[in-house]
């Protein structure tokens, strides 16, 4: 129902923060997903990270592929400009709106459908590239929109509301994520908020490709027993390698942990992130470990959730292609017109 | 009798692929060329690396005929692979230049021919010891032979070494030698010069020399992109790579030496115009080069593109289709995939260059209407304007003009309080305005999707709002056809009956077949169109005349669909002529099918007047 108006009215004493604004302030229109959807508990996520680190919503783009997770970016950050572009084509539009201005922040929403069927190549090929970006998969291993067919997530042996099972191996984007080479890596649950509030903060100062695939389960398709992305299903085989507390440049750290106990992680922006350990012995900074870990687990049927993998200043796509300071799209006449001169070099050349 | 012709003859080099053989054709063009006399020039090339037969056209024309003429004069046979079919294809009283180092028997000659035989690799073989260089220097050698038996300025040739390697002074040398015992001992050993000569005219001017991809890529330079995303397609390639070395030249930043551009090679088609339809969203002037292929592949987004109203350049350098079809041959057949691409209902703006100069010229001004028009712009190039160079008009720039940015709130536009509706026809010509992500804190913010919306760009399903922007978006494709560059008429004196449309290549062999026809007294107007959608002298034209060929180099008369789809003119007004064999048309062609066409008409008429 997004054509029905939220009412502006807002409580006098509601928080605000640094920029004077309210949680009002990063919100979109109404949702119009099925009642109980995870995706709406990701939305929520999103305005809350983005709220409270202090961002003005218009400087970050909203951009998203074809299906019900894509649907999502119109139900937050409403003064932000949104591209609800084609189905498994974010990637691409997201990386030539990066290329055009490289100092606004990029939110890729896209969903198991629009990532790991269609536009596998395009997920794989923007992070390989080093996009500068936050990229959110709402995970639920079924096509909602087209009425719950199995996505290429769902497991081997899941069972579809009606009981077919699926014969085929599932994909793992966190994985491939690995794989590619991105720089930021985590899983999370939509149903645990403590969780995944801290990773969307630390994905977005993360400068690089920050993956983040997020089960979100479908109340609709995917739900019922025999689902392995259902909320009763995740929440008994969810196993977390680490919490998460996101510490801005402005709050130093007060709290003093054992020794071992706990793993600082800084982002580029010169915050941090301080993780507390629940899997022992677990490197954040380790590509190597963490696919061996999450294989481990994989097998014995656990979800690993948490912050996977993060490097330190890996640097972007941007700093491969050596481009100027300033944002291209900033870029006028003087800048980019060679002019007559030069031109009758060029011809002068070509005789 | 052998053929007698100063300035106006045809040479084909047939040479093996991969064997050093273009550069040295091309410096005989240019060598050609610096003497004072017109040059069409053309390479025949297989879609491989190494091995395959490959031939490279020069054709000398004193009167500036810059269009294929067909038929040889003089063949330099280089590959005894097709020395059969190329000793074949020699013009009557031809000549054939071959390396005599062994011997081939009788029967493979031809009587009527005069046969210019050179030892070329027996000399190489005792000049130099290093295979790679023994081929090299061949290539150099024939050069010298050639320059002797047609009379050329041997200096020219030398000065064009010199300037080819310049700085390396051992090259220079080595090459210099290499060229002077191939002239030394065509001019000892043979009768020079033959009965083909060059001789020094004035007839270049101040044009230049030049590939259309690398036109177009200096163009895209000239036009203010910043962002290039495209996939290696032939014949396509070397428009992504010339801008890649353009843009290293200019748009270096003088201080940091960072670059004013981005150049991403994607991973298919899809993502490159999905990266350029990101990056026009977000204000940065952005392109992608293709091929038919490529835009089969960017359908979907071209449908986005459209009813989103995002500004995107496609230079289309068509070649041979359906499928792979002939990927390095050249053919005119992209038109209606390009006129209405994606599902539902769409049209797009084309722009036909004729050559390089226009290539440049349309490559430039494409940016200003697509920014101006939001929406994708195709420039149709082909294989025969992208991959040959041609003679064309010096570039030209105006240091006073500006990038015409469309129509673009900005921040003060919004602080203002001037209403912004996404897809708002404020000023009645279907352009609404627009605004770049992040401009204000509050105000000017939209959802940017394929799905039906209102004017404000909030989503909606109804069907008025629908119709209404789907009504508007036909006005704004009325507004452009004030913008495309207009067509262009060369009128018969006295008028005519018969009127010729014409687009694209086929602009140089239509000049000739004119003058052709004219001669033979079959009177022509001819109309060179050079942008859809078509504005009303189009329209004018066709209904001026009893009928209109229309000359294409494709199988459906592609352009003609589109003339009466657009309603310009009903199908029996419009006759095609019609090449599509993968090589450039040519004036022979044409000036034939065209006088035969006439008579068979006239004839008719004559028949229906008498019964």
């Not at chain 1, 959730?305 to 200043?313: A, R």
């Not at chain 2, 991969?18 to 069409?40: D, K, Y």
């Not at chain 2, 001026?544 to 009466?564: S, Y």
Request: hydrophobic share 40%.
């Amino acid at each position: 129902m997004t054509y029905l108006p939220k009412p502006k009215f807002r409580h006098p004493a509601i928080e605000k923060n640094e920029l004077g604004l309210t949680h009002r302030d990063y919100e979109g229109a109404i949702s119009t997903l099925c009642a109980g959807c995870g995706h709406d508990s990701i939305s929520s996520a999103i305005m809350h990270a983005c709220f409270e680190l202090d961002l003005p919503p218009h400087r970050i783009a909203k951009l998203s592929g074809i299906g019900c997770s894509s649907k999502t970016p119109t139900y937050f950050l409403g003064n932000a400009h949104g591209f609800n572009s084609v189905h498994g084509r974010m990637p691409s539009v997201l990386t030539g709106a990066n290329l055009a201005n490289k100092d606004l922040i990029y939110l890729g929403v896209s969903g198991d459908g629009d990532s790991a069927s269609i536009g596998f190549g395009q997920f794989a090929h923007a992070i390989r590239r080093g996009v500068n970006m936050v990229y959110i998969v709402a995970n639920n291993g079924v096509y909602g929109l087209t009425k719950g067919q199995f996505s290429a997530t769902a497991d081997k042996g899941a069972t579809l509301k009606k009981g077919a099972a699926n014969p085929d191996d599932p994909i793992d984007l966190v994985m491939m994520a690995l794989h590619l080479g991105a720089s930021f890596v985590a899983r999370s649950f939509s149903g645990d908020k403590g969780q995944l509030v801290p990773l969307i903060k630390a994905a977005v100062e993360h400068k690089g490709p920050a993956f983040i695939d997020c089960i979100s389960p479908c109340v609709a398709f995917n739900n019922h027993d025999g689902s392995t992305k259902s909320f009763d299903y995740v929440r008994a085989h969810n196993e977390a390698v680490n919490a998460l507390d996101f510490i801005s440049e402005r709050a130093p750290i007060t709290t003093d942990y054992a020794p071992g106990e706990m793993q600082l992680v800084k982002l580029h922006d010169g915050s941090t992130i301080r993780l507390r350990k629940i899997g022992a012995d677990y490197d954040v900074h380790d590509r190597v470990a963490a696919i061996n870990y999450l294989m481990k687990h994989d097998v014995a049927g656990e979800i690993v959730t948490g912050l996977v993998y993060v490097e330190e200043d890996p640097g972007d796509m941007h700093d491969r292609l050596q481009t100027v300071d300033t944002p291209l799209n900033q870029l006028g006449d003087a800048d980019l017109i060679p002019g007559a001169a030069a031109l009758a070099k060029i011809n002068a050349s070509l005789r | 009798m052998p053929i007698e012709s100063v300035n106006d003859f045809v040479v084909r080099f047939a040479n093996v692929n991969g064997s050093g053989s273009a550069s040295a054709n091309l410096m005989f063009a240019r060598a050609v060329i610096r003497m004072g006399v017109p040059v069409a020039t053309r390479n025949i090339f297989p879609s491989n690396i190494q091995g395959l037969p490959t031939w490279f056209e020069v054709r000398v024309s004193g009167e500036g005929w810059l269009g294929a003429r067909g038929g040889t004069d003089l063949m330099v046979a280089m590959n005894p692979q097709t020395w059969d079919k190329d000793v074949a294809s020699i013009e009557h009283g031809g000549y054939l230049f071959y390396d005599c180092s062994r011997p081939i028997p009788a029967s493979k000659f031809r009587e009527d021919l005069t046969v210019i035989g050179v030892p070329l690799t027996e000399i190489c073989n005792r000049e130099y010891a290093e295979p790679r260089q023994r081929q090299l220097m061949k290539n150099i050698m024939c050069l010298g032979a050639l320059a002797a038996v047609l009379d050329m300025d041997a200096d020219i040739v030398k000065t064009l070494l010199s300037e080819q390697f310049k700085g390396k002074d051992r090259l220079i040398e080595a090459n210099h030698r290499a060229l002077a015992i191939g002239r030394d001992w065509a001019l000892a050993n043979l009768t020079c010069p033959i009965g083909l000569r060059v001789n020094k005219s004035d007839g270049v001017g101040d044009r230049i020399y030049v590939e259309g991809n690398a036109a177009a890529s200096l163009g895209a330079v000239f036009g203010g992109a910043t962002v290039c995303a495209w996939y290696p397609l032939t014949p396509s390639t070397s428009l992504a790579e010339g801008f890649t070395s353009y843009c290293k030249r200019l748009r270096g930043d003088a201080t940091t030496g960072k670059n004013k551009y981005a150049i991403v090679q994607c991973e298919d088609e899809l993502a490159s115009i999905g990266v350029v339809i990101g990056a026009g969203w977000n204000g940065s002037r952005a392109f992608t080069a293709t091929s038919g292929p490529g835009i089969s592949l960017m359908q979907e987004f071209l449908g986005l593109a459209y009813f989103a109203e995002i500004p995107a350049v496609l230079f289309n350098v068509q070649r041979g289709g359906p499928s792979t079809g002939m990927p390095t041959r050249t053919q005119q057949s992209d038109v209606l995939a390009c006129a209405y691409a994606s599902h539902g209902d769409t049209k797009h703006i084309l722009l036909f260059p004729r050559d390089p100069g226009e290539a440049f010229e349309f490559g430039a001004l494409s940016f200003d209407l697509a920014d101006r028009l939001q929406t994708p712009v195709f420039v149709m190039l082909d294989l025969e304007i992208g991959m040959n160079s041609h003679l064309t008009a010096p570039f030209k720039w105006d240091d006073s003009r500006r990038m015409d940015r469309g129509k673009v709130m900005t921040y003060a536009d919004l602080e203002s309080g001037r209403d912004f509706g996404r897809y708002l026809d404020v000023d009645g010509d279907g352009v609404p305005f627009r605004t770049y992500p992040g401009t204000h804190p509050t105000r000017g913010s939209f959802f940017t999707r394929g799905t039906t919306r209102d004017a404000y760009a909030r989503y909606t399903e109804e069907g008025g709002p629908y119709v209404e922007n789907m009504q508007r978006l036909l006005r704004k494709f009325e507004t452009a056809k004030a913008h495309v560059p207009a067509p262009l008429v060369d009128a018969a004196p006295g008028g005519a009956r018969f009127g010729v449309i014409h687009y694209g290549s086929t602009a140089a062999p239509m000049e000739e077949a004119t003058q052709i026809l004219r001669n033979q007294g079959v009177k022509l107007d001819v109309m060179r169109v050079r942008g859809f959608p078509f504005a009303k002298p189009v329209e004018d034209f066709i209904s001026a005349h009893d009928k209109v060929f229309v000359v294409e180099q494709n199988r459906d008369a592609q352009l003609r669909t589109l003339l009466m789809a657009e309603n310009c003119a009903s199908g029996d007004k419009l006759v095609p002529v019609l090449h599509y064999d993968g090589s450039p048309v040519t004036a022979r062609f044409i000036a034939r099918a065209i006088a035969e066409l006439a008579e068979s008409i006239d004839a008719r008429a004559k028949e229906g007047a008498l019964s």
